[in-house]
């Protein structure tokens, strides 16, 4: 006897697969934009797209230099990224009597996760407008996250020169004590030692790239995705076993100190050759030890080292910016932007604005303000 029941096909069984799993995402899209639309009191989320985090672009350069990566232009009135890529409003050609400082760094420069108003390059600009006048000076912020210096050498031979600074602000430390090799990771009470790739955005394919931002920006999915990385994130610094970091760091067979140092006396040779007349200011980047004692004998020797290649040049400049933000910080201002997460790294506007002030106070002290 022949059977009446037919069975699926296999392309059948696909196509058939693929319509009930884009019905589910059809599903759970919809949810996840009810939600949160109830979640934020407004419809806006029902239709409209999101609003994505900051993106960059790789920029592949020729060896001894590593590729570098700036922001990808927007107007976003929090988080503009000028035509250059770096953040901030656009940049025209430099006029006289004008006197253009360059913000060269990281994180802290750039200020991930803050307004670009909350940054020390813009509270920096603003102050100058109030004592010297709009015009006097500009500020440029040419920092960007989870550049080294090894990043920033190779940015300002390619970039510097076609900004034209009087005066490049360098604030670049605790980046540096990775890319000797090593990160000491303690999450969940396991500890380990583990390789870790240049920072900056890894290569992909193009078209999964886009794919992959349009997916963020417009999928209610996408977005939470992000969130929930975010999340993972501020849970790793959270447990992050910042004492074992520091003893490695002051381990006798470290690595990072010679080549911190050959990196800042390879910028500043490199910015003395572009233009001699460029004055260098060198920035002791504020850490939290008030609540992790243990980072200050790696923050110290890196400042230590710092000093010591500033004498060697008549046009450097070396600037302590951690002592008045540690006081601050002992008088009770939050100058770290969330203490609960236990990051002792990067400032809230109030620590920026300090960073500001100290800068602002010690131009006064130096050529350029009297020109």
């Known amino acids: 006897m022949q059977s009446n029941t037919r069975g699926f096909s296999p392309l059948k069984t696909i196509f058939f697969s693929c ?21 934020h009191g407004s419809a806006r989320s029902l239709w409209y797209g999101f609003t994505s985090g900051p993106r960059f672009q790789t920029i592949r350069v020729a060896p001894p ?63 100058l407008d109030r004592s010297c006048g709009r015009g006097r000076y500009e500020v440029v912020n040419a920092g960007q996250p989870g550049f080294d210096l090894n990043h920033i050498v190779s940015f300002a031979k390619h970039e510097l020169p076609a900004l034209e600074p009087d005066i490049v602000l360098l604030l670049s430390t605790n980046n540096n004590f990775k890319v000797s090799g090593f990160w000491f990771v303690q999450v969940k009470k396991v500890t380990h030692v583990e390789d870790q790739p240049a920072a900056g955005p890894k290569p992909e394919n193009v078209l999964l790239h886009r794919l992959r931002r349009i997916f963020v920006r417009y999928s209610a999915i996408g977005k939470l995705g992000e969130d929930l990385m975010l999340q993972g994130w501020q849970k790793y610094v ?84 951690r002592g008045p933000v540690l006081r601050a910080a002992q008088s009770g201002v939050q100058v770290w932007q969330d203490e609960s997460m236990r990051d002792p790294l990067h400032l809230s506007r109030e620590g920026n604005a300090i960073v500001a002030d100290t800068i602002a106070a010690a131009l006064r002290d130096l050529r350029h303000d009297q020109k």
């Open 65 to 127: 230099y590593v590729d570098y990566y700036k922001g990808t232009p927007t107007r976003s009135r929090a988080h503009p990224v000028n035509s250059r890529g770096l953040r901030g409003p656009e940049i025209g050609p430099k006029k006289s009597p004008t006197i253009r400082i360059v913000c060269l760094g990281a994180s802290t420069t750039y200020g991930d996760n803050l307004d670009y108003r909350d940054t020390y390059p813009a509270l920096l600009q603003e102050k």
């Open 238 to 321: 959270a447990d992050f076993d910042w004492d074992g970091f520091a003893r490695a760091l002051m381990a006798p067979d470290n690595i990072w100190e010679e080549e911190f140092r050959g990196n800042l006396n390879k910028l500043i040779s490199q910015i003395a050759a572009d233009d001699p007349g460029t004055t260098v200011i060198l920035l002791e980047q504020a850490v939290n030890t008030i609540r992790y004692p243990v980072l200050a004998a790696p923050w110290e020797k890196a400042g230590s080292i710092m000093r010591e290649v500033a004498e060697q040049y008549s046009s450097v400049y070396m600037l302590d910016a």
């Open 19 to 39: 319509i009930v799993f884009a019905a589910f995402l059809c599903l759970l899209e919809v949810a996840c934009r009810v939600t949160l639309a109830f979640q």
